[in-house]
């Protein structure tokens, strides 16, 4: 886990305030420690993407509001279809095909 400093340090021109509002809107959920926060590798990766998101290509806070739900739901379905694929695999051989056939159908 990182420590809030090292994420400030990491992140070129990112404030603290910024990161704190970031929190506050809920789309970075870092564990709280003492008086700030502890990051996991999938919280910095998140940030990468909100930093590149309101930095490169200057997206505005209700721009994002909208962005990261969608972001956020795009990946449930993967894991779910990825979920579901491994069911379909662990089938006997019959099974799956029949489901095939019903997919190409459709």
């Known amino acids: 886990m990182r420590e809030e400093t090292e994420i400030l340090d990491l992140f070129s021109g990112l404030r603290r305030e910024t990161l704190h509002l970031w929190i506050e809107r809920g789309w970075l959920a870092p ?3 003492g008086g700030g926060y502890r990051f996991r590798e999938i919280d910095v990766a998140r940030l ?5 998101f309101s930095t490169e290509l200057a997206m505005d806070d209700e721009a994002l509001d909208v962005v990261l739900p969608l972001l956020d739901q795009l990946h449930g379905l993967r894991r779910e279809l990825q979920r579901l694929a491994g069911a379909v695999n662990a089938q006997p ?3 799956r095909a029949r489901i095939m056939a019903h997919l190409d159908e459709g």
């Open 31 to 33: 564990a709280r420690a």
């Open 48 to 52: 990468r993407l909100i930093f590149e």
């Open 93 to 95: 051989e019959e099974v």
